[in-house]
């Protein structure tokens, strides 16, 4: 493994103009949703991560009862690339792979569809793309590591306020940063991810409890709870028909290599 990068957010830093979406969707290729939600309760009608939205902006409103006083808070979501992933953790295929640079990947080609991740995942990052049947979810710009580019979303930051490097020089600078705002008075301030599923590889600096930006206090690993919450144990794969699924992604990647060799074939007639 080269050296284990990732992602800081500081959401006290962060003024909700969603260049970071923007960027990811573009980068990716990513279309837009099937469902826009015009909720009326917040200028975010993008509401959640999805199979399309590998990175959301999540717009939380404080205000008091007659809005005299009050205030925005913002948090640039994505894949938290766990080093104890639970995702990995029930994948029957081993379609999803810890990279050279410490982050989770979706193989997609070895992926087979069965949602296991999808329920496992405590932050509900992951999802099922519908017309492929695949999981997807951040790569953290995979493709752009390999170059030895940083992340779209980092790249298009104006603020500052995605921070990508190694981990260790990462959490000096999350601490000195919290150190600030304690100082300025920001005292529900905190760090969230250092010590959650061995470590986020994407973490956070919040300016108040983590459920207040929908984020789980303790997520458990998928192998304490999965098996009887969801039926993901190895019993319960097998009941789940594991292997009509690794048929039927066989029968998708055959027909999918005979489609490439008849489309040469055109070309080259």
């Given amino acids: 493994m080269t050296q284990q990068v990732g992602m800081f957010v500081d959401t006290s830093l962060c003024i909700g103009c969603k260049a970071c979406q923007v960027a990811c969707k573009e980068w990716n290729g990513l279309p837009v949703e099937k469902e ?3 909720t009326g309760h917040s200028y975010d009608n993008t509401k959640h991560l999805s199979a399309y939205t590998w990175r959301h902006v999540k717009f939380i409103e404080q ?6 006083e009050g205030r925005w808070l913002f948090l640039s979501d994505s894949c938290k690339h766990c080093n104890d992933a639970p995702c990995m953790e029930v994948c029957p295929t081993d379609a999803l792979v810890r990279t050279e ?3 989770v990947f979706v193989d997609q080609d070895v992926c087979i569809g069965c949602a296991n991740c999808v329920a496992a995942c405590p932050f509900g990052v992951i999802q099922i793309e519908e017309e492929k049947g695949v999981a997807q979810k951040c790569t953290l710009c ?9 992340p779209a979303c980092a790249a298009a930051c104006p603020t500052g306020a995605i921070r990508f490097g190694s981990i260790d020089a990462l959490k000096a600078v999350a601490h000195d940063r919290l150190e600030t705002l304690h100082r300025r008075g920001e005292t529900r301030a905190n760090i ?7 470590g986020l590889n994407v973490f956070y600096l919040l300016l108040d409890k983590p459920a207040v930006y929908g984020l789980p206090e303790a997520p458990r690993s998928a192998n304490k709870h999965t098996a009887t919450s969801f039926g993901l144990g190895a019993l319960g794969l097998a009941a789940l028909g594991i ?3 690794v048929s039927f992604k066989d029968q998708r990647m055959k027909a999918r290599q ?3 060799e008849n489309k040469d074939e055109t070309i080259s007639s």
């Fill in 63 to 68: 205000f008091n009862e007659d809005r005299t």
């Fill in 243 to 245: 292997v009509g699924l």
């Fill in 142 to 150: 995979y493709d752009r590591l390999q170059n030895g580019q940083e």
């Fill in 192 to 198: 969230y991810g250092e010590d959650i599923l061995g």
């Fill in 258 to 260: 005979e489609a490439q």
């Fill in 101 to 103: 640079f410490g982050t």
């Fill in 36 to 38: 826009v939600y015009f």
